[in-house]
Nanobody, 123 residues
């Protein structure tokens, strides 16, 4: 198991930027593919981005491609989601997740989750 704690959420105006971090503890961080998901009120959890164990392969949802960047630092046991050009529709609780095999877009494939951090984008 790996424990995950997100930070960096907040309130930002449309067009602004936020940087979310996810700190991991527990088993070897580099053995986990990592992902960010989000969930808005009344909606299902939605895939945002994922990065493989070595950090050289990334996949993004079409809705965030070109605006968001996922990265990881295995030495620091962290994964970061840099969010630029934010839109009101990006408002959601953002959660990081870990999976001990290859990347996946499906939240049901992830067994390890953080508690989430709120991101609110005002128009």
């Amino acid at each position: 198991q790996v424990q995950l704690v997100e930070s960096g959420g907040g309130l930002v105006q449309a067009g602004g930027s936020l940087r979310l971090s996810c700190a991991a503890s527990g088993r070897t961080f580099s053995s986990y593919a990592m992902a960010w998901f989000r969930q808005a009120p009344g909606k299902e959890r939605e895939f945002v981005a994922t990065i493989n164990r070595s950090g050289d392969s990334r996949i993004y949802a079409d809705s965030v491609k070109g605006r968001f960047t996922i990265s990881r630092d295995n030495a620091k046991r962290t994964v970061v989601l840099q969010m630029n050009s934010l839109k009101p529709e990006d408002t959601a609780v953002y959660s990081c997740a870990a999976r001990s095999v290859d990347v996946s877009r499906r939240p049901t494939d992830y067994a390890n989750w953080g508690q989430g951090t709120q991101v609110t984008v005002s128009s």
